[in-house]
C-alpha cells in the first residue's frame, strides 16, 4: 500500500484498456504532497501515445475530488523510463481479463509468442507485429482458432 | 561533460547552439518521415502494412514531439509552431525521407534503411551529453526496434519473393541510393557535436556500422549491395530541398495554417 493518492489513482483506467488502472500499468513515478498541492510524475509508456492528454485530465480531475486537494500538477518524466517490465503483477492479469497477453519478461522471450490469454495455449504464431495500439502486436492461437492481442516488450 | 537541463544548456552559447542545430534533425527527419508513413493509411496493399505504417507513423511523430519538447525548452517556440510554421529553407530532415512515398517497395526499402540508420544514431545519443536527450533516447530505442523488424521482414519477404517483388526493390534501391549519403550529413557543427559530447561517436564510425547491418540484410534477401557511396547533391541539414518538401508542407500544415491561433 503506497497510500490515499495511490488508491485514488486506481480509479483512473488506460483510456484504451479499460481493466487497468495507471498505477497497476506501472505509469505512476511518485506523488508529492506540499500544503493542499500535488505533483504526481508519470511515466509515459510510448513517447508518441496519444492517451497521455485524457490520462493527465483524469489524473487532476480524480485526485481534485480529494478532500483538502486543491491544485494537481502532472509531470511526464522519461527518467527512469517506463518498461513493460513495469507492469504490476495484478497489471499482467488485468490485461489477461481484458483478452491482452501481458508482455514476456525476459529479453530472450522478446519475439517468442506469449501464452494464449484465453486457453493458456503456448502454441500461437505472430500475425502482426502491429495492431489496434503502438504498443501491441497480433497473434492467433492455434489452439482456439482466434486472434489475440499482446503487449510488446519495450 | 554533462548538462542537466535547459537552463544549464544555454548558460554556454556554443554548446546551445549545436544542440539546437541537432535536435531540428532528429525531430525533421521523425517529422517528416512520420507523414510520409501517415499516407499509407488505408493504401496499403495488406491489412498488415496498413496497420503498421499506421502504428509507425504515430511512432515517429510522438518523438518528433518529444525532440519538439526539447527545443521548446531550450527556447525555441512551440511544437505545433515547429512542426507547422517554419519555411523550407529551415527543415533539417536529410532529403530521402521528404520523397513521395513511390511504391510500396520503395516505401520499405527506405524505412529500413532509414531505421538502422535511426538506430545507430539513437546508439550514439544513449550517452550524449546532453541527459534530456539522452534519457529520451534510451526510450525511444525501444521502441523503434520494432519498426526495423518489421521493415527487415518485409523486405526479406519481397525480395525472396522473387519476380516483380524483387525487381520493384531492386528498382526501389536504385531510387534511393543517390540521397543516402544525406542521411549521414550532419550540417555545419559536425565534428562539434562530437566534441561536445553530444553523440559519442563520429559520423564516419555510424555510417561503418550502418552499411555492416545493411549489407547483410540485403544479402540475406537476395539484394545486391548498390555499390560506391554517393556524393551528397542537395543537403538537406543545410536546408536544401525538393519540391517534393513544398508539397509535403503545405498539405500537413494546412489545418494549422487556416487559423494558427486557433485551439485544438
Known sequence: ?????????QDVKDPEIPSISIVEMGMVHQITQKDHQLLVEIKPTFMGCPALDIIRERIESRLLEEEGIEKVEVRWITNPPWTSDCITTS????????????????????LSTPACPYCNAKDGEVENLFGPTACRAIYYCKRC?????????? | MKVANAKQAQEDQDYHRVLCEFLFQLADDELTLGHRDSEWLGLSPDIEGDVAFSSIAQDEVGHAVFYFDLL???GEK??????????????????????????F?????????????????????EQSSYQPLAQGAIKIRREEYYHRLHMSAYLNRLGQAGGEAKKRLEKAIHDIWPEIGGLFCWGEYENKLFEYGIISISVKELQERWIMQVKSTLLKAGLPWPGDWPKVKRDGRKGE????????????????QSDPSARW
Open chain 1, 1 to 9: 500500500m503506497r497510500g490515499r493518492w495511490w488508491e485514488a489513482l
Open chain 1, 91 to 110: 497489471g499482467r492479469e488485468r490485461l489477461k481479463e481484458y483478452g491482452i497477453a501481458p508482455p514476456p519478461q525476459d529479453d530472450t522471450q522478446t
Open chain 1, 145 to 154: 482458432k482466434q486472434p489475440f492481442e499482446g503487449m510488446k516488450r519495450v
Open chain 2, 72 to 74: 521548446h525548452e531550450l
Open chain 2, 78 to 103: 512551440n511544437p505545433d509552431q515547429l512542426a507547422f510554421a517554419r519555411p523550407l529553407t529551415e527543415r533539417r530532415n536529410a532529403t530521402l525521407l521528404e520523397r513521395e512515398n513511390g511504391d
Open chain 2, 105 to 125: 517497395a520503395y516505401s520499405i526499402v527506405r524505412h529500413y534503411l532509414y531505421d538502422v540508420f535511426d538506430s545507430c544514431r539513437l546508439e550514439a545519443i
Open chain 2, 241 to 256: 530541398h525538393s519540391p517534393d518538401l513544398a508539397k509535403l508542407l503545405s498539405t500537413m500544415s494546412e489545418v494549422y
